[in-house]
């Protein structure tokens, strides 16, 4: 079974600039997530989808950060403009449901931004 | 609101000797507890999880946690360390989002 895939490993970008992060779930997960895991810290939740919809995006910094899961299946995550503070390991991770059920993770898209 | 308090953010063994890596939690509802491992410029792996019945969990690589209501805490161990244990470990508590601690990263002195 293939794992959770997210593209590009490494991204390192100017502030005020835009970026954009890819990830495709496990096949058959329903739900998907993204986190942000800044250096030191645990991973935070920025977003939840069940199939194409969004049931938890209240950690998101909307002004700046948005999300889209169009089909259900893979997800885009984007931000616009970026700021130093953004710079951070963007991880992607899918399960069938919420709660107990274990969380597959990618391996995380690290995000430099000077 | 759940939160998840990990104690020590570095810890060091020995190559052999008993890992013990601290776990609290606080949480409104019965929880679901997790560890996971994160090995450098990868994503997050599970160690293992309660849900319900057993309180004492077996996961991956020889680690096992105990459930203690009455403590609140979710303790990870491992009898003998080996160097490949080296890693960053999170505990986490979900009821439907998950919440992770800061992190503990172990380090194994040859």
């Known amino acids: 079974e293939a794992g959770v895939a997210q593209s590009p490993r490494y991204k390192i970008i100017e502030k005020r600039q835009s970026v954009a992060f890819w990830c495709n779930p496990i096949?058959?997960?329903?739900?998907l997530y993204w986190y942000q895991q800044i250096l030191g810290q645990g991973p935070k939740l920025l977003i939840q989808?069940?199939?194409?919809?969004?049931?938890?995006d209240s950690q998101l910094p909307k002004d700046r950060f948005s999300a889209e899961r169009l089909k259900g299946v893979d997800s885009t995550l984007k931000i616009q403009p970026a700021k130093l503070e953004d710079s951070a390991v963007y991880l992607c991770?899918?399960?069938?449901?919420?709660?107990?059920?274990?969380?597959?993770f990618g391996p995380g898209t690290r995000l430099t931004v000077l | 609101a759940q939160s998840v308090t990990q104690l020590g953010s570095h810890v060091s063994v020995s190559e052999g000797a008993l890992v013990l890596l601290r776990c609290n939690y606080s949480?409104?509802?019965?929880?679901?507890l997790f560890w996971y491992v994160q090995y450098p410029n990868q994503g997050l792996q599970l160690l293992l999880k309660?849900?319900?019945?057993?309180?004492l969990v077996k996961g991956i690589n020889g680690f096992e946690a105990e459930f203690k209501k009455s403590e609140t805490s979710f303790h990870l161990t491992k009898p003998s360390a080996h160097m490949s244990d080296a890693a960053e470990y999170f505990c986490?508590?979900?009821?439907?989002?998950?919440?992770f601690g800061t992190g503990t990263r172990l380090t194994i002195i040859p």
């Open positions: 309660y849900t319900t019945g057993a309180t």
């Open positions: 949480s409104s509802v019965p929880p679901y």
């Open positions: 989808f069940q199939n194409n919809g969004v049931v938890d």
């Open positions: 991770a899918s399960n069938h449901l919420a709660g107990s059920d274990t969380q597959y």
């Open positions: 986490a508590v979900s009821d439907l989002r998950l919440t």
């Open positions: 096949s058959g997960h329903a739900t």
